[in-house]
């Protein structure tokens, strides 16, 4: 909108923009023109005033648009897998993976359903070491973000299983919870209790005289008969995990 005058008089005010458009305006000592299409880039707008004998005067606006970024980036993780779904046997995580954008991808961020968060190193392509699991399923989710403030995701499904480095706990408790036992019989009757952190899969028995073999059940376990000879007979009760 603006203003054109003449000595006598305007009669026509126009606008006509270099990449492309051109109208009359509404008015002419009090011009405006409502709507003038932009193209990306540098537009030069020219507005023409013409008197009633032919005379022109001119003035110029250029205008440089800016679209706005309405595109979201696009990210994949590619490592440890490119799969949906992962199995761990360590506490932390290293994963890496790829992003891109129409303009640029500014931020590259993970965060797991478990409560652990942290931003990547990289954006185009990225990396984040030490990513925490907790035991069982961990979601962990990638975004990845552009100036714009316009975003995308991907996930992966970590299913973590700690190591297991605790034995199993045993006792004989019959025919005695003490570590010696007289008897005037050929053979002896075991029973006893074990357990563990994860589970107890097998119970074996070993006589330092001869004879080995398996119990009857794990967390409560019996051993009918052990063979003996005459003098001392060491025998080891076993637990195994899994």
């Known amino acids: 909108g603006g203003l054109a005058s003449d000595n006598v008089g305007v009669v026509w005010v126009g606008w006509a923009n270099s990449r492309g458009g051109s109208g009359v305006a509404s008015g002419t000592t009090n011009w405006s023109v409502p709507a003038i299409g932009l193209q990306t880039g540098m537009n030069v707008i020219t507005v023409t005033a013409r008197d009633g004998s032919g005379n ?74 030490g990513v925490a699991l907790q035991s069982g399923a961990n979601i962990v989710t990638v975004t990845a973000r552009d100036a714009a403030g316009n975003r995308s995701t991907d996930t992966l499904t970590v299913t973590y299983t700690p190591s297991d480095t605790t034995a199993p706990t045993i006792t004989i408790v019959g025919p005695t919870s003490a570590s010696s036992y007289s008897t005037t019989t050929s053979a002896v009757t075991l029973g006893g209790t074990s357990s563990d952190n994860m589970g107890v899969t097998a119970v074996t028995w070993a006589n330092s005289r001869g004879g080995s073999g398996f119990s009857s059940g794990t967390t409560s376990w019996s051993i009918p008969t052990v063979s003996l000879q005459g003098g001392t007979n060491v025998i080891t009760v076993t637990a195994q995990d899994a």
């Open 56 to 129: 022109v005067g001119t003035a110029v606006l250029t205008v440089t648009y800016s679209a706005p970024d309405t595109t979201a980036p696009a990210v994949t993780i590619g490592g440890p897998t490119s799969a949906a779904t992962y199995t761990s046997t360590s506490s932390a995580l290293t994963i890496s993976g790829t992003a891109s954008d129409n303009v640029g991808v500014t931020q590259v961020t993970w965060a797991t359903d478990r409560g652990a968060a942290g931003t990547a190193s990289g954006t185009t392509t990225w990396s984040a070491s």
